[in-house]
Every structure is written in C-alpha cells, then in structure tokens.
C-alpha cells in the first residue's frame, strides 16, 4: 500500500523559509520520481517542482531561483525548501509519485502554506 504523508507547512511571514518534507512507503522515489503541487481555493492544482527517478529537476516559473526540490533516497523522503516566501505562495501543498508500472498516482494528504504580507 502506498503512502505519502507531507508535514512542514504552516504560517510564515514574506521573506521567510520553510521546508517540506514527503516520506513515501510502499513506492520508490528514486524509481519513480515526484513532484510538489499547490492548491488555492478555486483554482485547479499546480505543479510547483518535480524530481524525476534520475534526479532531474524541474520548476516553475514562479519559485524559480527560491524553491528547491531534492529528495534523500536512502529514507526514501522528498523535500521543497522554499525561500524568500511571498503571500502568493499562499496554498496546500501537496506531494504526489505515479508508479512507473502500473500508472497509478498516488496523493499525500496536503499541509497548509500560509505566507503573511
């Protein structure tokens, strides 16, 4: 059984630092890769930054040179360190994996980013 559990999130001022962390079980992330998503009431979820099986990285435009994604594969846990917040950094976050066989995704359950002005 797959699961996926994020924790870090919480209440930061503009400017400041916080670190996610998503540990896996039952799936790979060194096999499989992730990635971090956001979501903001409304809106459909978006991806922030991934990590592929090869250690590849990807981000978007927007967290560019403040967020960095990396993952520690002998715990098999995933981290987005974001930097230099901004209140549009502002959502629940959340990690995501798909099992490279079988197709299926699999979501964690999210934790909430809150970035005063």
């Known amino acids: 059984q797959v699961q996926l559990v994020e924790s870090g999130g919480g209440l930061v001022q503009a400017g400041g630092s916080l670190r996610l962390s998503c540990a896996a079980s039952?799936?790979?992330?060194?096999?499989?890769?992730m990635g971090w998503y956001r979501q903001v009431p409304g809106a459909q979820r978006e991806l922030v930054a991934a990590?592929?099986?090869?250690?590849?990285?990807n981000y978007a435009d927007s967290v560019k040179g403040r967020f960095t994604i990396s993952r520690d594969s002998a715990k098999n846990i995933a981290y987005l360190q974001m930097n230099s917040l901004k209140p549009e950094d502002t959502a629940v976050y959340y990690c995501?994996?798909?099992?490279?066989?079988?197709?299926?995704?699999?979501w964690g359950q999210g934790t909430q980013v809150t970035v005063s002005s």
């Open positions: 995501n994996t798909r099992d490279l066989r079988s197709r299926s995704g699999y």
């Open positions: 039952g799936i790979t992330f060194r096999i499989n890769g």
């Open positions: 990590i592929s099986g090869g250690g590849i990285t």
